[in-house]
């Protein structure tokens, strides 16, 4: 199971915010079967022993006490030229998005055979709205999750400061304990349904100010207006303790230490936190906390120093453990992020130096290296290039705890067995360190 939340507590993911919440019965009696169908295979793979060996696995792993090294295939975008929409045999729009999730754990433990862990689980989400901070920019493009760009509302900050507003979540409770009742009939004596949401995925900050003012102009604004950009990081930081508190006062926070995606890139199986199935109320103090700052990659370390790692700092303290970074290279500001309390994820990324971070880790944090996800990118695949990556990186890190998490992918090439054989070839490799 995974994610033990309370059940008087809920959430929106993305992929119900944009989704209507059907009318009693929401599904019909076919879709309701392919459904069950598709929980009873989740069900069987979950009971697998091996699916207990990787709880242990990761465990160990976070733990510090690693046995080998971990792969995680992430492939995001990606999922959808594994699970094509011609593969979905569902009509209602949320019925098919349980199709796909459902989908996506069958072929993750028949095909991919990553270290993921399978759990005869099924979360949900509230239904909420963020409120937002008061000012919100205007975006041109991104449909079908393609690029975009926006309009900064926070255009001058003598006239515009004040309109920024602490953003709060409002929950329609009516909706969601109907989603959940359904969801609980549905797979009753199959799967264990669960309310969960990660509220705040990070506490970075920063792309949140960004979409405030605009990248280029903050990265002016660090040299033109300093006294603005530690006004405005103060006020973001504050949003954040804000919205931490209120959550935990409501009994809101969910555990994630368990098979709950952590960080950048792995999850959350430890025994440094309160078990994700010990009852009662959660505590920040129970969680995994995660800041990154992406999009201050080509500031300098003193100014990240200076602008971003203290307004970063007392929402970290909050956590019993924390992660730190994404697809910014950490080398060159590990002598600040490695501060950051109670530290142990370091994300690793494709622009990294993975030499350096393997002397500046050790032993002491998990490496969680992220490959380049290009090399899956393209109609035909380089599996020797993959390889000598690979073998690199492990010979690079012996005496480091590493995992291997393959993501950020917008696309396999068209072809989903480029996910397969990229798992396969790490394997292969780990099997080959003995």
């Given amino acids: 199971m995974e994610n033990v939340c309370p059940s008087t507590t809920l959430h929106t993911s993305g992929e119900l915010d944009t989704l209507v919440i059907p009318e009693d019965p929401p599904f019909s009696p076919a879709e309701d079967d392919v459904l069950k169908s598709l929980a009873r295979k989740v069900r069987d793979l979950a009971d697998r022993p091996i699916e207990q060996e990787k709880r242990r696995l990761w465990t160990r792993h976070n733990d510090l006490d690693p046995i080998r090294p971990i792969s995680y295939c992430h492939p995001e975008n990606g999922w959808n030229e594994i699970i094509t929409q011609d593969q979905l045999h569902c009509v209602h729009p949320l019925a098919r998005a349980w199709e796909m999730r459902l989908r996506k754990k069958i072929f993750r433990g028949e095909h991919l055979k ?89 506490v970075g900050l920063t792309v949140d100010y960004i979409n405030l003012r605009g990248l280029e102009t903050l990265m002016m604004d660090f040299y033109d207006e300093p006294e603005w950009v530690h006004k405005v990081m103060a006020f973001l930081r504050d949003g954040y303790l804000r919205r931490l508190q209120w959550l ?87 002598h600040v992020v490695k501060n950051f309390p109670r530290l142990r994820r370091a994300s690793v990324s494709a622009w990294a130096d993975v030499e350096k971070m393997a002397e500046n880790l050790q032993g002491d944090y998990v490496f969680s290296w992220k490959p380049n996800p290009a090399m899956l990118s393209t109609p035909t695949i380089d599996e020797d290039r993959i390889r000598a990556a690979v073998r690199d990186t492990l010979e690079k890190t012996r005496g480091c705890v590493v995992e291997i998490v393959m993501k950020d992918n917008h696309t396999l090439g068209g072809d989903r067995e480029h996910a397969v054989t990229w798992c396969r070839i790490v394997r292969e490799e780990i099997d080959r360190l003995g």
């Fill in 114 to 202: 990553d270290d993921k862990v399978i759990e005869a689980s099924f979360t949900l989400n509230h239904i909420a709205t963020d409120t937002g901070w008061g000012l919100k920019e205007e975006r041109i493009g991104g449909e079908h999750g393609g690029a975009y760009n926006w309009k900064p509302p926070l255009e001058d900050y003598e006239a515009d400061f004040d309109k920024l507003a602490y953003p709060d979540f409002i929950i329609d409770w009516d909706k969601t304990n109907r989603l959940v009742e359904y969801a609980k009939g549905l797979f009753d004596g199959i799967l264990d349904v669960f309310l969960y949401r990660d509220w705040v995925y990070s």
């Fill in 248 to 334: 935990e006062d409501n009994n809101l926070l969910c555990r994630n230490s368990g098979g709950a995606y952590v960080g950048s890139g792995g999850t959350g199986w430890t025994t440094g936190l309160p078990a994700w199935d010990t009852p009662g109320t959660v505590l920040l103090s129970d969680r995994w906390g995660f800041a990154e700052s992406q999009e201050t990659v080509g500031v300098s370390p003193e100014m990240f120093e200076e602008f971003v790692y203290p307004y970063q700092v007392p929402l970290l303290e909050k956590f019993g453990l924390n992660c730190y970074g994404c697809c910014e290279p950490l080398d060159l500001r590990w």
